[in-house]
C-alpha cells in the first residue's frame, strides 16, 4: 500500500522553501539530473529488500499504527485457520524483551520441499518470497484474512529477529530469520505429538525507531476483538507484567459464544436503546459465505458519537467501510419501510439510509471468498458480492424479527421516521442560512458568498488577509465559490480558554458563515458549502495561519476533517518564463525540476511571489483556484486519535517546552534558509 496522506499538521507546519538568489536569473541545474544516466544506474531489490526499502508501501507506514499491522498479519493467519475450522485455540504473548508470540494448534505452515524451489522447504519460502501463500486458490482456505501473499513475509522483513516453529507430521521443525534472511536451515528438532504454528518475533528499531516496542493495551484489545469475531476460537493472553502501565490484566481468556451480539453489549452497556439488539449469524449453504451482525438504536447516542458502524471482512477490520456497510444499510432501510407499507404508513417514504444509520450502533462481520480490498492494509473493502451477501442475508432474518415484536418495530418506525423529519426540517432552514449570514457579515472585506442555492459543488476559501482577498474575489466561480478573508492570525484555540474562543469575532464570523455550531452540536448536513479551503501565502507566516485554522477545525468540528471536507489550497512560490511558455512551480524543487527540463539551456525569467495579494487574479485563478487545474491537499486524521491530540498539544498547546523538545528532535529535518 502506498504511504498515507500528511496528517493534519504536516502540510501546514512544513518548513518553508529555500529562498532564490536575489542577484541572478541563471538556472542551477540540479547535478543529479544533469549526470550519466546508464545500466549500472537501474537498481534491481531482490527478495524482501523492497520491503525494508519502502515499508510504508507494504504497511502504511512507520509509526505505531504501523507497528501493531504486523501483529495483525500474523494473528490474521492463525484466525484463519480458527475460521477453516482447524484451530481452537490461539496463544499471544509479549515478553519483556520485547518480543511477541502467536501460537496456534492449526495444521502447521508446511514444511516439506517446494518443489519450485529446490533445497527450500515450503516454510522457509513462505517467510522469505513476497506474493507466497496457500490463500490462492482457494483449496486450503475458503475464506480468508491474507490474500495478497505478503503478511507474514512482510513481518520477517521488518523483523530484527523472528523464529518459526512448527508442529507437524509427528515433529517439531524451527527455522530462525533476521531481517528477511534464514540464519540457518529448517530444523527438525524433536518428536513431537502436538501441531500447530507459533511465530515469534521482535520489530525492528532500524525501521521504527522509538515505535519499535509494542503497547500491551492495544495488542490486547486487537487479540480480544479478534476474539468477538469467531465464536468458535479461544484466545489466551499473557503480557509480562512490567510492561503494563495502565489497568490491561497480565493474563486474560477471550471466549464469546454470543459473537458479534456480545461484543455490542459491551459497547453498549449503560446506554439507553430504542429497542432490544437485532443480531444474528448466517451461513450460505454450498457456498463460501457467512454473515454475522449485531445492530441497535439509542436516542442519546453512543459517547462521542451519534451512530457508528464497525465492519470487519474474513475478521480484517475495514475502518473505511465498504461495500459490506453498503449492504447492511440497504437491508435495514428496506425492511423498514417495507414494514411501513404493511401497517400502512406512508409517512416512511422520507426515509433514506442516512436515517436508519444516524443513530445506530452497528457491528457488521462477512466471510467471502476472494474479497477485493482497497491497499495491502484492507481498509475498505470493494467486492460487490459482498454487497449482495449482506443485502440478500439480512432481508427476512431482519423482517421476521420486526414482525415478531410489532410495538419494538413501531417504536423504532417513529424513531426513524423522526430522524428524517428532523433532516428535512434542517434542510429547509438552510434556505434562508445563506442569506442570513451574508446580511450579518457586511463588514467591508468579510464574506463574499456563491451565488448557488445548493450546497453540492460549492466551496469556501478562507484566504489571508484582505489584499489576497481582493485577488480571490475577482478570480473565483461566483457560481460556486465564496470567499471570507481573515485580518492575521486567529485565535490559537489549543492555548486558549473555550470562553475566549467564542468570543473572538473572527471565529464568530467563520462559524456563522459556515453556518453550523462547534462541538457536539456539529451537524454535517447543516453545512453551507461542500468543500472549506485554507488559502495561504507560501511562507512561514502562511504556514502558521494555516495550523491555527487547522486547530480551529479539528478542535471545533472534527467530523468536518474526518469526512473529508477540509482541503489546503496550493498556490505556486514561483513564476517561470520564457518567451511565450510560462511555468508555476509551487516549491524550490519543483523550480529546480522545470528548470532541467522545460527550460533546460535556456535562461528564463523568474519571479517569486510575496504572496497571493502580490498575484494577479487571473494568475491565482489558473493556479489555485480553477478546479480543472489546480491541486488541493485534503487534511487528513491519522488513524490513532491519541496521536493526532497529542500533536495538537505539542505544536499547539500551552506548553512551550513541548515545542522546544520538538524542534530540538527535528531540527535535522529544517531546511537551511541561509547560504553560508
Known sequence: ????????????????????????????????????????????????????????????????????????????????????????????????????????????????????????????????????????????????????????????????????????????????????????????????KKRGTAIRFKPDEEIFGENASFKPARVYR????????????????????SLIRDATVPEATFHFPGGLADFLAERTAGIETVTETFAGRVEREGEAGAV????????????????????????????????????????????????????????????????????????????????????????????????????????????????????????????????????????????????SATRKLRLPGKLADCSGDAMDGTELFIVEGDSAGGSAKQARNRKTQAILPLRGKILNVASSSGGKAADNQELSNLMLALGVQGGTRFREEELRYERIVIMTDADVDGAHIASLLITF????????????????????????????????????????????TTFKGKRPDIGRFKGLGEMMPAQLKETTMDPTKRTLARVTLPRSEEAVEDLVETLMGRKAELRFRFIQENAEFAVEDIDV
Not at 515499508?55 to 477453516?84: C, K, Q, W
Not at 505556486?572 to 510560462?582: D, F
Open 222 to 241: 486487537m487479540a480480544r476483538s479478534k476474539a468477538y469475531l469467531f465464536r468458535g476460537v479461544e484466545i489466551r493472553w499473557s503480557c509480562d507484567p
Open 292 to 435: 454475522e451482525w449485531a445492530v441497535t438504536w439509542s436516542p442519546a447516542g453512543f459517547g462521542e458519537a451519534d451512530g457508528f458502524i464497525q465492519s470487519y471482512c474474513n475478521t480484517v477490520p475495514t475502518p473505511e467501510g465498504g461495500t459490506h456497510e453498503a449492504g447492511f444499510r440497504a437491508a435495514l432501510t428496506r425492511g423498514l419501510k417495507q414494514y411501513a407499507d404493511l401497517v400502512g404508513d406512508k409517512r416512511a417514504g422520507i426515509v433514506t439510509a442516512e436515517d436508519v444509520a444516524a443513530m445506530a450502533g452497528a457491528l457488521i462481520s462477512v466471510f467471502v471468498k476472494n474479497p477485493e480490498f482497497q491497499g495491502q492494509t484492507k481498509e475498505r473493502l470493494s467486492s460487490s458480492d459482498a454487497q449482495r451477501l449482506v443485502e440478500a442475508t439480512l432481508r427476512d432474518p431482519f423482517d421476521h424479527w420486526l414482525t415478531a415484536s410489532p410495538k419494538a418495530a413501531r417504536t423504532l418506525l417513529d424513531f426513524v421516521i423522526e430522524r428524517a423529519e428532523e433532516r428535512l426540517k434542517r434542510r429547509k432552514d438552510k434556505e434562508v442560512a445563506r442569506a
Open 553 to 596: 477545525f479539528y478542535r471545533t468540528m472534527p467530523d468536518l476533517i474526518r469526512n473529508g471536507r477540509l482541503f489546503l489550497a496550493l498556490p505556486p512560490l514561483y513564476r517561470i518564463s520564457h518567451g511565450p511558455t510560462v511555468e508555476y512551480a509551487r516549491d524550490d524543487a519543483h523550480k529546480d525540476e522545470l528548470l532541467a
Open 1 to 192: 500500500m502506498s504511504k498515507p496522506q500528511p496528517s493534519l499538521f504536516d502540510e501546514a507546519l512544513a518548513p518553508p522553501p529555500a529562498s532564490p538568489l536575489a542577484e541572478s536569473h541563471e538556472p542551477r541545474p540540479d547535478p543529479k539530473l544533469t549526470s550519466s544516466y546508464s545500466a549500472k544506474d537501474i537498481e534491481v531489490l531482490e527478495g524482501l529488500e523492497p520491503v525494508r526499502k519502502r515499508p510504508g508501501m507494504y504497511i502504511g507506514g512507520t509509526d505505531e499504527r504501523a507497528l501493531h499491522h504486523l501483529f495483525a498479519e500474523v494473528l490474521d493467519n492463525s484466525m484463519d485457520e480458527a475460521v477453516a475450522r482447524h484451530a481452537k485455540l490461539i496463544e499471544v504473548t509479549l515478553d519483556a524483551d520485547g518480543y511477541l508470540t502467536v501460537k496456534d494448534d492449526g495444521r502447521g505452515m508446511p514444511v516439506d520441499t517446494h518443489p519450485r524451489y529446490p533445497g527450500k522447504s515450503a516454510l522457509e519460502v513462505i517467510m522469505t518470497v513476497l506474493h507466497s501463500g496457500g490463500k490462492f486458490s482457494g483449496k486450503a482456505y475458503e475464506t480468508s484474512g491474507g490474500l495478497h501473499g505478503v503478511g507474514v513475509s512482510v513481518v520477517n522483513a521488518l523483523s530484527e529477529h523472528l523464529e518459526a516453529t512448527v508442529w507437524r507430521d509427528g515433529f517439531e521443525h524451527r527455522q530462525a530469520f533476521s531481517r528477511g534472511k534464514p540464519l540457518g536451515k529448517l530444523e527438525k528438532v524433536a518428536p513431537s
